[in-house]
Nanobody, 120 residues
Framework: QVQLEESGGGLVQAGGSLRLSCAVS????????MGWNRQAPGKQRELVAT???????NYADSVKGRFTISRDSAKNTMYLQMNSLKPEDTAVYYC??????????????WGQGTQVTVSS
């Protein structure tokens, strides 16, 4: 199993920055992909950014050039640096990890979420 715990959310003015952290524990060596999703009130959960083993990253068009996903293996922590924040970035942000059980079956684990609120 994998456990995930987000932190770093809060209230920030438009144009400001926040850094989200996702502390990872458990079967870390089995993880193949990690990332961040978000869900705004009344909207579906959407992909924000992903990072796969090897370091390849992918971003939603709405955050390209403003958000940066990274992973510190020594600290077992994933980050989402968010710059030039906009009110439409307001959402609950969830980190997730995907990988394979020893049986070969794929798994997904999610954190509990952290609120990001951007005021105009």
């Amino acid at each position: 199993q994998v456990q995930l715990e987000e932190s770093g959310g809060g209230l920030v003015q438009a144009g400001g920055s926040l850094r989200l952290s996702c502390a990872v524990s458990g079967s870390i060596s089995s993880i193949k992909s990690m990332g961040w999703n978000r869900q705004a009130p009344g909207k579906q959960r959407e992909l924000v950014a992903t990072i796969i083993s090897g370091g390849t990253t992918n971003y939603a068009d709405s955050v390209k050039g403003r958000f940066t996903i990274s992973r510190d293996s020594a600290k077992n922590t994933m980050y989402l640096q968010m710059n030039s924040l906009k009110p439409e970035d307001t959402a609950v942000y969830y980190c997730y990890a995907g990988g394979y059980y020893t049986s070969g079956r794929w798994y997904d684990y999610w954190g509990q979420g952290t609120q990001v609120t951007v005021s105009s």
